[in-house]
């Protein structure tokens, strides 16, 4: 008897460990996965942002079948190294946070929320419902590549790496989207997938989920899914059409073109005081932009041309660095990345003055001091629409 296991376990790894088409690998997982009822696990989340700064974040998590959610499909619950609790029980979502003792709930979350864009890929590593688009999408898709096989947690898998062009004209070409998965053998379960953002062959964004300790099928209670702050926690109701209301009323106080740039006094990477007001008489450009923004380090290299394409005239660009970490040198990674325009820091209070709601946004600003032009977020064609700009602005008399 014992010898028949041992004979079964070497077949069953052959086969696991053995070269594979990597669509049967795919679809063999989702299929299995359409059968698991409940999970948990944990998970490691690791990201590296565009500036190369990295993040880890533990949690606990547990999962439940729900087939009355089209849109998510399961409950979920998860719990953060800090205490933190985030629930979802097919109508609501809930964000308990101990330290200030309040409770965050939006209710109809699959209608609204950033959580589910967050966590869908974790819920769909375990628990998958029929799909016959996803099917026909992975049928028709030629980017799979075999990548072997190897563990994860213990468990034997099969990785399957893709490489997909991002469909979106505005960031142009050389822009992809790489995946890795570790397809468990036995089950099916996604116990480790990798991410990698390219953007004009930028590393915009880099993330690992690992999954560990996965037990399936277990029992769980619906009221672990139920958010219960006790009674001293402050409540949060988030409402979407308030909050609508609110976006557009911030937005509405965003400097416009004719208005009088605000002046501003910041210091270089050097600890060079830089005086907006001293540079009257020329054309200014300012970048609102961060390290830890992929989309404004995309618009790096097309700020870069127009500050080649103007230096020596009356002119003058900064970016404006925001939001930063103590830990970020902004001003360092523009030289590392190989530009050359300067960078002015601790831009937050200049960013609120003008206005700034997203990131990047650029302001020129004409000769007299009055705002030219507002160019919010990236957009491959930005760099000639500024450019023509500040020409039309320095062919003007002195």
Same mark, same amino acid.
């Given at each position: 008897m014992r010898n028949i296991l041992i004979f079964l376990s070497l077949i069953l790894f052959s086969a696991c460990g053995a070269k594979q088409d990597p669509k049967e690998i795919i679809i063999s997982s989702y299929q299995k996965r359409l059968n698991i009822l409940s999970a948990q696990f944990n998970v490691s989340e690791v990201s590296i942002s565009s500036s190369g700064v990295k993040k880890l974040t533990e949690y606990k998590v547990w999962l439940k079948r729900n087939e009355n959610d089209n849109a998510i499909h399961a409950k979920i619950r998860l719990e953060d190294s800090e205490g933190n609790i985030i629930t979802y029980n097919g109508r609501t =979502?809930?964000?308990?946070?101990?330290?200030?003792?309040?409770?965050?709930?939006?209710?109809?979350?699959?209608?609204?929320?950033?959580?589910?864009?967050?966590?869908?890929? &974790?819920?769909?590593?375990? &628990? +998958?419902?029929?799909?016959?688009?996803?099917?026909?999408? &992975?049928?028709?898709?030629?980017?799979?590549?075999?990548?072997?096989?190897?563990?994860?947690?213990g468990v034997k898998c099969l990785l399957v790496k893709s490489e997909a062009p991002l469909d979106n004209e505005d960031i142009g070409p050389n822009s992809n989207h790489i995946s890795i998965n570790y397809y468990g053998c036995e089950d099916g379960v996604i116990r480790k997938f990798e991410n990698?953002?390219?953007?004009?062959?930028?590393?915009?964004?880099?993330?690992?989920?690992?999954?560990?300790?996965?037990?399936?099928?277990?029992?769980? @209670?619906?009221?672990?899914?139920? @958010? +219960?702050?006790?009674?001293? =926690?402050?409540?949060?109701?988030? +409402? @979407?059409?308030?909050?609508?209301?609110?976006?557009?009323?911030?937005?509405?106080?965003?400097?416009?073109?004719?208005?009088?740039?605000?002046?501003?006094?910041?210091?270089?990477?050097?600890?060079?005081?830089v005086k907006l007001s001293s540079f009257l008489g020329k054309v200014i450009v300012l970048?609102?932009?961060?390290?830890?923004?992929?989309?404004?380090?995309?618009?790096? @290299?097309?700020?870069?041309? &127009?500050?080649?394409?103007?230096?020596?005239?009356?002119?003058?660009l900064y970016g404006v660095s925001c939001r930063e970490t103590n830990e970020a040198d902004p001003a360092g990674f523009i030289r590392e990345k190989g530009f050359s325009y300067k960078t002015l820091i601790h831009g937050d209070d200049v960013a609120k003055d003008y206005g700034v709601t997203g990131y990047p946004t650029l302001f020129i600003i004409g000769k007299d001091g009055k705002i030219l032009f507002v160019h919010p977020g990236y957009s491959k064609d930005m760099e000639k629409e500024l450019s023509d700009v500040i020409e039309k602005e320095l062919e003007k008399p002195a």
């Amino acid at each position: 008897m014992r010898n028949i296991l041992i004979f079964l376990s070497l077949i069953l790894f052959s086969a696991c460990g053995a070269k594979q088409d990597p669509k049967e690998i795919i679809i063999s997982s989702y299929q299995k996965r359409l059968n698991i009822l409940s999970a948990q696990f944990n998970v490691s989340e690791v990201s590296i942002s565009s500036s190369g700064v990295k993040k880890l974040t533990e949690y606990k998590v547990w999962l439940k079948r729900n087939e009355n959610d089209n849109a998510i499909h399961a409950k979920i619950r998860l719990e953060d190294s800090e205490g933190n609790i985030i629930t979802y029980n097919g109508r609501t =979502y809930a964000m308990l946070m101990p330290k200030n003792k309040s409770v965050f709930i939006v209710e109809k979350i699959f209608q609204s929320s950033e959580f589910i864009k967050k966590y869908i890929n &974790i819920i769909k590593a375990v &628990i +998958r419902t029929t799909d016959k688009k996803y099917e026909d999408n &992975i049928n028709k898709d030629s980017s799979f590549v075999y990548q072997g096989s190897a563990n994860s947690d213990g468990v034997k898998c099969l990785l399957v790496k893709s490489e997909a062009p991002l469909d979106n004209e505005d960031i142009g070409p050389n822009s992809n989207h790489i995946s890795i998965n570790y397809y468990g053998c036995e089950d099916g379960v996604i116990r480790k997938f990798e991410n990698v953002l390219l953007v004009n062959n930028i590393k915009i964004e880099e993330e690992k989920y690992i999954l560990k300790n996965v037990q399936l099928n277990v029992l769980i @209670p619906d009221s672990l899914f139920k @958010p +219960r702050p006790p009674a001293d =926690y402050e409540v949060e109701y988030f +409402r @979407p059409e308030k909050q609508d209301e609110a976006d557009d009323s911030e937005e509405s106080h965003t400097l416009q073109e004719g208005d009088t740039a605000p002046d501003f006094t910041l210091k270089d990477s050097k600890g060079n005081e830089v005086k907006l007001s001293s540079f009257l008489g020329k054309v200014i450009v300012l970048d609102f932009w961060g390290t830890w923004c992929p989309w404004c380090v995309v618009a790096i @290299p097309k700020i870069q041309a &127009i500050y080649d394409k103007f230096k020596g005239k009356p002119f003058e660009l900064y970016g404006v660095s925001c939001r930063e970490t103590n830990e970020a040198d902004p001003a360092g990674f523009i030289r590392e990345k190989g530009f050359s325009y300067k960078t002015l820091i601790h831009g937050d209070d200049v960013a609120k003055d003008y206005g700034v709601t997203g990131y990047p946004t650029l302001f020129i600003i004409g000769k007299d001091g009055k705002i030219l032009f507002v160019h919010p977020g990236y957009s491959k064609d930005m760099e000639k629409e500024l450019s023509d700009v500040i020409e039309k602005e320095l062919e003007k008399p002195a």
